[in-house]
């Protein structure tokens, strides 16, 4: 009998080791399974984490430095993209209609956003644009007969002023370091300058001012004929003229000199003030300076000063003065080289698509202080574009 009751306690102990071989003996098993309890923290509770700002949404100035006028111009420009590009494009077709199958593929060239139906703008200026189906069963795409008339005047603007608008050319041509610009630029930026859509058919009046050439490349060149003596002065140096010391504040360029020098506070200031004013003429072999010196850097600024004072709106977007980057010598750092002269320059938008600004041209409320008559015209544009009809009044 002794060896059974063994053998019984033997088999016992076996059978409890394999069924529970890593059970801890100090732990008591529970009544109730936990697999229902959450173990991950849910999405919702996580904290987000901001993604880093890209230059293509980071805007150039913080809120505490910005102008919202000027701003505001940029985003206007923005609204009205899409009727300045469809006035633009339908005016060079046949008959200035367009097919409206067709506009819905031309998103760039009418200016809206791709993905998006070129019908849902067409309705936002009824006073601008019509649609209407013609004989063949399709819908097509025009102007009203009141753009039609306002189309009609403005190319009377465009006579009354080409002589302005081939000086502002020449004056663009003798900034340049070879005197010369390719014609496919100028048209590029004339809605900028106010240049007619059919300058380069209008330059050949004006054999005295201009030369058209071919390219090595092809393309057609526009070449300064006489450089004018009376042309070459810049609007900084009529500034300059009128108001030396408002010019001598309008730009920073400090030295930086070791504190071996042991400079006092009213010795430095004076070696800064050899360094702020007069700049590098534009109109000045400037391009032959060293291209990283304190004179170089002078001359770009006195170049884009001048370009944006030939611009009728005293502003220009990055696109705009890229186009002439080769032609005026400018560098990758325009961009910084902008933002150091507060005073004088404001870019506003974003650091990838930024427009710059002459701060001195437009008033408090944003408003340029002197207006072309194409800006008044273009003007009178947007707030037609803006009415759903005509004021009976």
């Avoid at 956003?113 to 019908?119: A, E, F, I, S, W």
């Avoid at 050899?274 to 850097?297: C, H, I, M, Q, R």
Wanted: with cysteine; proline share 5%; hydrophobic share 35%.
């Amino acid at each position: 009998m002794a060896w059974l009751r063994l053998f019984s306690r033997t088999l016992k102990s076996q059978i409890k080791s394999s069924s529970s071989p890593n059970q801890n003996p100090n732990l008591r098993a529970l009544p109730f399974s936990t697999s229902f309890l959450i173990t991950k923290t849910p999405d919702k509770f996580k904290k987000k984490r901001k993604k880093p700002e890209s230059a293509r949404t980071k805007p150039v100035q913080h809120e505490s430095t910005k102008i919202p006028n000027l701003e505001s111009i940029v985003s206007r420009d923005a609204r009205f993209r899409f009727l300045i590009r469809s006035k633009e494009f339908i005016s060079k077709q046949p008959e200035r209609i367009l097919r409206l199958d067709d506009a819905g593929k031309l998103y760039r060239e009418l200016g809206f956003p791709r993905g998006r139906k070129v019908t849902r703008f067409i309705p936002k200026h009824p006073l601008i644009f019509q649609t209407y189906r013609h004989s063949d069963g399709k819908i097509w795409l025009g102007f009203t007969e009141f753009m039609e008339d306002l189309l009609d005047e403005e190319r009377g603007l465009m006579d009354s002023i080409e002589l302005d608008r081939v000086n502002r050319v020449r004056k663009l041509l003798m900034m340049t370091k070879d005197k010369r610009i390719l014609l496919s630029k100028i048209h590029h930026t004339r809605l900028i300058f106010g240049i007619p859509e059919d300058f380069r058919d209008r330059v050949a009046k004006y054999p005295e001012y201009f030369r058209v050439v071919t390219g090595k490349d092809g393309n057609r060149v526009l070449e300064l004929v006489n450089w004018d003596t009376n042309h070459a002065v810049s609007e900084l140096e009529r500034q300059f003229m009128v108001d030396e010391d408002k010019a001598k504040r309008a730009f920073k360029f400090p030295v930086k000199h070791g504190k071996e020098l042991e400079l006092e506070e009213m010795d430095a200031r004076k070696l800064n003030q050899l360094n702020t004013f007069p700049l590098v003429s534009p109109y000045s072999d400037g391009w032959k300076f060293d291209v990283w010196t304190l004179e170089a850097e002078k001359y770009r600024v006195g170049i884009v000063h001048e370009f944006l004072n030939l611009t009728l709106e005293k502003r220009a977007s990055i696109h705009h003065i890229v186009e002439f980057k080769d032609e005026f010598s400018l560098t990758r750092q325009t961009y910084q080289m902008l933002k150091k002269q507060p005073m004088t320059f404001y870019l506003a938008g974003t650091e990838m698509n930024w427009t710059v600004f002459l701060k001195d041209c437009y008033n408090a409320n944003g408003v340029l202080i002197s207006k072309d008559p194409q800006v008044l015209f273009n003007e009178k544009l947007y707030k037609y574009a803006d009415m759903q009809q005509m004021d009976q009044s």
